[in-house]
Structure formats: structure tokens, C-alpha cells
């Protein structure tokens, strides 16, 4: 059984690029979410892909997107990156629509984003 | 709104004594609760959950959770805990197709 990969594991960028983080979900799991971990916070739930469509979503601007792909890997997208969007970065992958809501969340290690 | 307070940041136990680390929430209706431990460099990992019925609840390494709806808490707990149960503890609330985590207690262990 393949568990949740990430990449990259870290990576630097400047204020105003852009960046994309992937995300290979676990064997089985049609459903990833995402999550932003400042230094010293819990994570923040940024959004949830099922089977390619956006099914839920927190608070963060639209500069934050995603895709889901058919093979259910995913990717974030940030753009006109902010010294905030400094953190860790998690990917959660689970199984079906409600995944979410068993809180039967499978992550990976993340990819730490330092934003200078 | 929903929302998830850890009040404790940081907590040192010996080994072998026994834990309790402390989560309140705020929703409206009955909620589904969640504890998840992130070790250092590591993803998180479920310990364990409530939806309803028993409310006590256990989970995975020793580790127990009681849901009080007249104190808004769902504490985790463990009878003796391990040095390798050093890590930060995540409590986590969902509802409306949102997960909200607490921002966490590190636990470290006392030799």
C-alpha cells in the first residue's frame, strides 16, 4: 500500500512568484485535501478535491487553487506568493465524498515553503 | 462558527505518569471530534474519533478520549505515558464540510 507523497519536501521563493506543490494521494483514495501549517499553529484547512471538482473550501483568497487530476493526484497552486504564505504545507488524501467528515485523513510529510 | 481551543501549548510529563491534554469546541450542532498526533518532521496521524453514542471513546497507542457535551470538551487522556508519545497533539472539529484543528499541545517526556 503507497502512502501520501509530496513534493517538493522543501523549496524558496520570492514575494509575488508563483508556486505549485504536488500531492500523490494513497492507493484507493479518490478524495485530498489540503492544508497550510504556520510555524507553532495547527493546520488550516485551505480546500478538498473529489473526483477532479473543488467540494469544499476555507478561508484563503483565490491566488490558492488546486486541480485534481483522474489518477486523484493533486496539486496546489499559489500565486503572487506573500511572506505569510511561509509554512508547511500538507496534503491529505481519504475515500469518498465525506472523507473529510470520518476524519479518516491519510497525510503525507509536506512541503515546507519559505517565502522571502 | 466553529472553533477548537487547546489551552495548554506546551505539557511535560515523566514517564510513565499518566496525561490529559485539554480540548474545547464551539459548534452548533453535535459535532464529529478528532485527536491527531504530529511527530517531529511528520505528517499527522489519527489517534482517534467521536460521532456519536459511547462517549468515551478509544483509540490507537493507549491513548482514550471522553466527550462532555455540557463542557463543550473532548480531553485525551492516557494512563502512563511512553517516551516516544513525545510529540504535538492536535484536536480537530468538523462540520459543513470543514475541518478546523486546534493549534496544538507539544508534549515532551520527563526521563
Known amino acids: 500500500e503507497t502512502g501520501v507523497t509530496q513534493s517538493p519536501t522543501h523549496l524558496i521563493k520570492t514575494r509575488g512568484q508563483q508556486v505549485t506543490l504536488r500531492c500523490s494521494s494513497q492507493?484507493?483514495?479518490?478524495?485530498v485535501s489540503w492544508y497550510q501549517q504556520a510555524l507553532g499553529q495547527g493546520p488550516q484547512f485551505i480546500f478538498q478535491?473529489?473526483?477532479?471538482?473543488?467540494?469544499g473550501r476555507g478561508n484563503f483568497p483565490p491566488r490558492f487553487s488546486g486541480l485534481q487530476f483522474p489518477n486523484y493526484s493533486s496539486e496546489l497552486n499559489v500565486n503572487a506568493l506573500e511572506l505569510d504564505d511561509s509554512a508547511l504545507y500538507l496534503c491529505?488524501?481519504?475515500?469518498?465524498?465525506?472523507?473529510?467528515?470520518?476524519?479518516?485523513?491519510?497525510f503525507g510529510e509536506g512541503s515546507r515553503l519559505t517565502v522571502l | 462558527a466553529q472553533s477548537v481551543t487547546q489551552p495548554d501549548i506546551h505539557i511535560t510529563v515523566s514517564e510513565g505518569a499518566s496525561l490529559e491534554l485539554r480540548c474545547n469546541y464551539s459548534?452548533?450542532?453535535?459535532?464529529?471530534l478528532f485527536w491527531y498526533v504530529q511527530s517531529p518532521g511528520q505528517g499527522l496521524q489519527l489517534l482517534l474519533k467521536y460521532f456519536s453514542g459511547d462517549t468515551l471513546v478509544q483509540g490507537i497507542k493507549g491513548f482514550e478520549a471522553e466527550f462532555k457535551r455540557s463542557q463543550s470538551s473532548f480531553n485525551l487522556r492516557k494512563p502512563s505515558v511512553h517516551w516516544s508519545d513525545a510529540a504535538e497533539y492536535f484536536c480537530a472539529v468538523v462540520g459543513a464540510s470543514k475541518i478546523i484543528f486546534g493549534s496544538g499541545t507539544r508534549l515532551s517526556i520527563r526521563p
Open positions: 491529505a488524501s481519504s475515500l469518498g465524498a465525506g472523507g473529510l467528515n470520518t476524519g479518516e485523513l491519510f
Open positions: 492507493s484507493g483514495h479518490n478524495t
Open positions: 459548534y452548533g450542532a453535535t459535532p464529529y
Open positions: 478535491y473529489y473526483r477532479e471538482e473543488e467540494n
